[in-house]
């Protein structure tokens, strides 16, 4: 008998809420509101089941995760458990103070994504103004508060 | 690399016990490694006061080996480490 090698880490959708329009969005058409989404225990719940498979990776995802106010509360737990937190976040509704949270909490990496290279296209394919700006901001508290920063871009006809 | 550099774990990699493979772990943006049992020592070593001679004299002692033998090898694996993002020197 074959044994399958445990997992190393776990995408966790927390959410189909999005503040950005991106229009090549694999986000589903059809989107559950904030009522309709797992609550808190069941994701605690997720952390505990994937630690105890070998998960050593937790990349907290979307939608945007930092619209949940309990991601502080998962991020903790997670680190609690062994799991290396990464929020992968469009960061446009993040805050130095929220982020301080975060880090705090355990939070290891934060994945932010780009729309374009100058605020005027990147704020267009997005559809939310002044998002460029803050996201630069952002990327900066990441790498000041000691948390790794990855940059995620879409590359394509209207951002080259 | 120079025998006096004081090699360390990068900021933002975490070292770990992982007892659902009964090993010790890297982990950092994106990464696990695995460690072997000469790893777990080396990397017991890096706490940024040891110099990479300290290391590997440190090794050799401890395991009565030559430290000819000893130091091409742990250099080898921290020269490794920094080459993959995850120690500084």
Not at chain 1, 43 to 57: F, K
Not at chain 1, 91 to 114: M, N, P, R, W, Y
Not at chain 1, 127 to 145: P, S, W
Request: with cysteine; aromatic share 4%; glycine share 6%.
């Amino acid at each position: 008998m074959t044994t399958i090698a445990a997992p190393l880490a776990l995408m966790a959708e927390l959410t189909h809420r999005c503040p950005l329009q991106c229009p090549y969005c694999s986000n589903p058409l059809e989107l559950l509101k904030a009522g309709a989404e797992r609550d808190t225990k069941f994701w605690l719940g997720v952390i505990d089941e994937a630690a105890a498979l070998g998960v050593l990776q937790i990349h907290f995802s979307g939608g945007e995760p930092a619209l949940r106010q309990d991601l502080p509360q998962l991020v903790e737990h997670a680190t609690a458990r062994g799991l290396y937190a990464n929020l992968i976040t469009s960061a446009v509704t993040l805050d130095e103070s929220k982020l301080s949270t975060l880090a705090q909490a355990g939070l290891a990496h934060v994945q932010i994504s780009f729309q374009g290279a100058r605020p005027q296209t990147a704020d267009r394919i997005g559809n939310y103004r002044g998002g460029h700006e803050k996201k630069l901001q952002m990327a900066r508290l990441v790498t000041q508060l000691g948390m790794s920063l990855t940059v995620n871009a879409v590359v394509h006809r209207q951002n080259l | 690399m120079d025998p006096s550099k004081i090699p360390a774990l990068r900021r933002g990699i975490r070292r770990q016990y992982d007892s659902a493979r009964h090993a010790h772990v890297l982990l950092g943006p994106e990464r696990v490694i695995v460690l072997d049992d000469i790893a777990v020592e080396i990397t017991n070593l890096l706490d940024g006061t040891r110099t990479l001679a300290d290391i590997s004299s440190t090794l050799a002692e401890k395991f009565a080996a030559d430290i000819a033998q000893v130091q091409p090898d742990v250099t080898a694996f921290i020269e490794e480490l920094i080459e993959k993002g995850l120690a500084t020197a």
